[in-house]
């Protein structure tokens, strides 16, 4: 057999393939070049030109300090912006890569190849990760350089909100392609995980609403549903946080999402090991 | 010890259950097969006969209720076990943002091709079928004769030592299919197993040396294309036959069969011996039926598919 390496290559593969004939990454290429041109006209602009130099009056250490902190705040408001758009616009154009293959007459063949199934689908999963990586590395590395050589402030941090949206990408897509292997439809999918990410800034105020119930019952419902669904919301104020260069202190949303994405693709993988096609 | 059989179920049987009712459908129910390695074998079935399902099941993309299937000597369920097969699907669906090269290029990574045998077989593959000049247009632009060309180069590109072919021929035009069958000879002389799956019977009676009858989920009929056909017999065509003499005819076994009422007012009769076939045409003249015709016959692989489906 192949080495494993090799076969999921050709899946990645195949999966940026699709991706580029379905258009979904020249979409997202065009959105972030729109960006990245909007960043490098709004810099050129007078406004901000001043008030770069007004800083620059200021004795050196109080002018680093402010510039910083500036910086900061306005990647901060991006990398805010760029999670909640993002995660939507990437889960809306790329739910339908997984429901794809398991169209007749294409699953078929895929399952006739001597690869194990779970292979298939994780090389898909793997490869719609990807996808979405490459253009989130490509809008934030490049927003992060026009700031660096406008301000002179390389901010590390900022770097750290595509691997934070990238991660919470995949725990959805988890989501996806379980409802995926069970429904075989990309609607469904997208409606389920949309669900699960409207809901979440419901549920992080969980402490508000609990006060609001009058019944234990419910209140352990409540608790419930934010403790096994991923925390999206959650994890969009951890990012914030970590681009400002604030120190966190709970990171229970990140694990327990990250341990609802592990359970939703092992019990895909599970499911679809166990299909008839 | 490697196996004598390229294929072989044990009481493959597959039940479809219906989630909400509980209701049960056997689509496929205990079949045994073993098909040789290096044969040419064709399997049969009226639609809805199973055939697809038990394809299935040898590949794997279908579970199996009970039984277990081999391909080589090797566990069907095993991935690695699927390594020697080549497959096209009937009713495919090639991604159609691939080119065919690319198309080739994908499923022989996924069969197990390093990247330097596939950049030798892609041009090989696509010169075979006469498509040398398509294979950097898009799958989306192949007429569906192209698409079955280029499924079978796909299901080549690792050389694969059994083939399996749902409906080769589909929408492929007579020169497509010469060239097909042309060659899937070459390849059963270099000692591949072709496992043929059609509803074309004249096709797999010219081709196939073994063929097995799928009806109603169950095996039928399995043997030598030769053995099942060489039921000769002479086939006579008479006018004004009473339909009494007509019972008389069947009821006594002197006619094999008796062709379903007079079509303008002839009635034909099939005989297994030039004896029968005598001592038929002597009664009909006794009871002045007219003979329009005595033509020897050999019995073809249709007469025995509706025998075993139809009972005729």
Not at chain 2, 79 to 89: D, E, F, N, T, V
Not at chain 2, 229 to 247: F, N
């Amino acid at each position: 057999m192949a080495s494993n390496i090799a076969l999921t290559t050709a899946l990645v593969r195949d999966t940026f393939r699709e991706a580029m004939a379905r258009k979904i990454i020249w979409g997202f290429v065009g959105c972030s070049s729109a960006l990245i041109l909007f960043f490098l006209f709004i810099m050129k602009i007078d406004v901000v030109e001043g008030a770069f130099a007004t800083m620059s009056i200021f004795g050196r250490d109080a002018r680093t300090m402010d510039l910083t902190r500036l910086v900061r705040e306005v990647h901060g408001g991006i990398a805010a912006f760029l999670y909640t758009a993002g995660l939507f616009l990437s889960v809306f154009a790329s739910a339908g890569l997984i429901p794809t293959i398991f169209e007749p007459g294409r699953i078929e063949l895929l399952l006739s190849k001597p690869v194990a199934r779970h292979h298939i689908l994780l090389g898909r999963y793997v490869g719609n990760v990807l996808v979405i990586a490459s253009n989130m590395f490509y809008l934030v590395f490049a927003v992060w350089i026009i700031f660096g050589v406008k301000t002179g402030v390389w901010t590390h941090q900022f770097l750290y909100s595509t691997a934070i949206t990238v991660f919470v990408f995949a725990i959805l897509l988890a989501l996806v392609l379980l409802v995926a292997v069970l429904s075989e439809s990309a609607v469904v999918a997208t409606m389920v995980t949309f669900g699960v990410m409207l809901v979440s800034p419901i549920l992080a105020q969980r402490h508000l609403i609990e006060r609001l119930l009058s019944s234990e019952w419910s209140r352990d419902t409540v608790r419930y549903f934010y403790f096994a669904l991923p925390k999206v919301f959650d994890i969009g104020r951890i990012c914030r946080e970590i681009v400002l260069g604030h120190t966190v202190t709970d990171w229970m949303p990140v694990w327990s999402s990250a341990l609802f994405g592990l359970v939703m693709l092992l019990a895909g993988l599970y499911s679809f090991s166990r299909r008839n096609y | 010890m490697p196996s004598d059989y390229a294929i072989e179920t044990e009481g493959l049987t597959k039940i479809f259950r219906n989630f909400w009712s509980g209701a049960e459908f056997v689509a496929v129910d205990g079949i045994s097969l073993r098909v040789r390695r290096g044969t040419t074998f064709g399997l049969l079935g009226p639609n809805g006969a199973g055939k697809t399902t038990f394809v299935k099941m040898l590949l794997s993309a279908a579970h199996a209720t009970k039984g277990r299937a081999l391909i080589f000597g090797q566990d069907g369920r095993d991935p690695s076990a699927r390594q020697p097969i080549g497959y096209l699907p009937e009713n495919h669906r090639f991604p159609t943002y691939l080119t065919g090269a690319g198309m080739l290029d994908f499923y022989g990574a996924l069969s197990g091709l390093d990247g330097a045998a596939r950049k030798r077989r892609i041009p090989e593959l696509l010169a075979l079928t006469g498509l040398e000049k398509w294979g950097d247009v898009r799958l989306g632009k192949y007429s569906k004769g192209m698409l079955q060309r280029v499924g079978l180069a796909q299901a080549l590109m690792h050389e694969p030592a059994l083939l399996i072919l749902d409906e080769p021929s589909d929408g492929v035009d007579p020169i497509g299919r010469r060239q097909i069958r042309d060659m899937l000879h070459a390849l059963e002389e270099r000692g591949v197993t072709v496992f043929l799956n059609s509803h074309l019977l004249a096709e797999v009676e010219a081709f196939c040396r073994d063929v097995a009858i799928i009806h109603r989920g169950k095996l039928a009929v399995q043997g030598e294309v030769r053995d099942l056909t060489a039921g000769s017999g002479y086939r006579v065509k008479a006018e004004h036959v009473p339909e009494r003499l007509a019972a008389e005819l069947t009821a006594t076994g002197a006619a094999l069969f008796a062709g379903a009422g007079a079509q303008n007012g002839f009635r034909e009769f099939q005989f297994g011996t030039r004896e029968a076939a005598n001592r038929s045409v002597d009664l009909l003249r006794s009871e002045s039926c007219e003979i329009e015709s005595v033509i020897r016959t050999a019995s073809t692989l249709e007469e025995v598919f509706m025998r075993t489906v139809d009972g005729k």
